[in-house]
């Protein structure tokens, strides 16, 4: 049975689209230019995002949410050394995670990317003939579980302990926190 939006989803949906679009919009995935190269770098930055970030989340979300060690999987397998990936640069600025109604908002961005990584695990591995073990593990995090999980952090959105404006500001900040960071990363069209 379908899950029926809850008021939650739906003020989430509507209060990120605009920083969702520009965002999606400014990925470089389907440039004519995209080529490996340009993928490894992304997946660098990627990195540098999600691993700062995936600690700050430990104590809200279960091990199984986890994406750094993917993420490392990837860049060995893109050719960095243990070293190289150690030695990332890590993003400072990244949302709060003070409480239950921030976590969500976070959560919200992380957890719908694994959705649109099903269409770009397609795409990358057409274009640049990677898959989850030649550098695109990340793409399907989750793998047969994408949509368990995606179904599992609807029902957490659904209890009411979150506050709508603070849940909503908080997805914002995590979408703008990415785009700066990958703008920063010299990684964004």
Known sequence: MPHTPSPLLLALRAGTQACHQRLEARLPFFRDDFDLPAYRRLIQAYYGFHAPLQALLADHQGSERAKTTVLEHDLLALGLSRAEVAALPRCEALPATADEASVLGVMYVIEGS????????????????????????????????????????????????????????????????????????????
Do not use: N
């Open 114 to 189: 694994t959705l649109g990584g099903q269409v770009l695990k397609r795409a990358m591995a057409e274009r640049l003939g990677i898959d989850g073990d030649h550098g695109a593990r990340f793409l399907d995090v989750y793998g047969p579980l994408t949509g368990a999980h995606w179904r599992s952090f609807l029902q957490r959105l659904d209890q009411p302990a979150a506050s709508h404006p603070q849940t909503v500001a908080a997805a914002i900040a995590t979408f703008e926190c990415f785009e700066h960071w990958l703008q920063d990363c010299g990684v964004l069209a």
